[in-house]
């Protein structure tokens, strides 16, 4: 029926990616221009004309990215929507291949799952997520090569930082091939009740077997929120964690920068925005 893979990416796709990539660079120009007026002010050079050049470029910056955001959000959708469109008209065509005989061994919860949830889990990860993986990453880069330039130590501690974001997400995968397949399967079993339940709540009655079913329905309620508690309990800490090293990271720069700043080899600008980049960092995570 398809020529092409029903995962294949279109123009629109990598069009947006690109532009949200551009938006978080202009991004990280903006902080280059606040550090200027900043090093300007605190040695006493800073103008009113400088002032109002640095502020137009903030405008003019602020403008770009407001236009290249909007334009790369969008089509970052229409190219995720146009891929799960042609997902699902690949399961589609797949369903009804499937002989009518699968649908009476429990698998309809299943069917049902893997074209509306399942899909549109992907769509989210195509739509918001990728694009703001690649984007936080070119910032994070950005940020840690400036901060190396103003004081090397303070830019490697944040280079480590962010390097312990690769562990922290391959944990976070782990967590979800391990829970979230529990809890697709959980869930399918619960929409096969559901389904089957309200398919035949007409002969249910009619043989006062309503209750009993309707328990079994519950009981796999039941199970499915016990699957999403502990798809939550191992996964928070794991975040949490992460987060205690990450603005662990900012005290540890403020105690280890200020015998510098104190003997006059580090000014004060630099060492604001040291903690001040250290802290923007952990924020876009």
Request: charged fraction near 15%; proline fraction near 2%; glycine fraction near 10%.
């Amino acid at each position: 029926m398809m020529n092409k893979s029903p995962f294949c990416k279109n123009r629109a796709f990598y069009l947006g990616v690109a532009l949200t990539v551009l938006e978080g660079i202009l991004s990280g120009c903006s902080y280059l221009f606040i550090y200027i007026v900043l090093t300007a002010l605190a040695s006493g050079t800073l103008t009113a004309g400088m002032v109002g050049s640095v502020t137009a470029v903030l405008a003019a910056i602020f403008l770009m990215r407001l236009v290249i955001y909007s334009t790369g959000y969008t089509q970052v959708q229409i190219g995720g929507a146009s891929v799960s469109r042609r997902l699902r008209l690949f399961l589609g065509d797949k369903l009804k291949r499937i002989p009518l005989a699968r649908f009476t061994q429990g698998q309809v919860g299943q069917y049902v799952n893997t074209m509306i949830s399942d899909v549109s889990s992907y769509e989210k990860i195509l739509t918001h997520s990728s694009g703001n993986i690649i984007k936080n990453a070119t910032l994070s880069a950005m940020l840690v090569g400036f901060v190396c330039t103003v004081w090397l130590p303070a830019g490697l501690i944040l280079l480590t930082v962010v390097a312990l974001l690769i562990p922290d997400l391959w944990l976070s995968f782990r967590v979800v091939k391990i829970y979230g397949v529990a809890k697709n399967q959980v869930s399918a079993e619960t929409v096969s009740g559901i389904v089957e339940y309200i398919d035949g709540i007409q002969m249910f009655r009619a043989y006062n077997m309503g209750g009993v079913k309707n328990r079994t329905v519950t009981q796999a309620m039941e199970a499915f929120s016990r699957v999403c508690y502990q798809y939550e309990a191992r996964g928070i800490p794991i975040g949490f964690g992460y987060n205690i090293i990450s603005w662990g990271s900012v005290p540890l720069i403020m105690m280890l920068a200020s015998d510098p700043w104190a003997a006059g080899a580090l000014s004060g600008v630099d060492y604001l925005m040291c903690i001040t980049y250290n802290k923007n960092t952990k924020k876009r995570k």
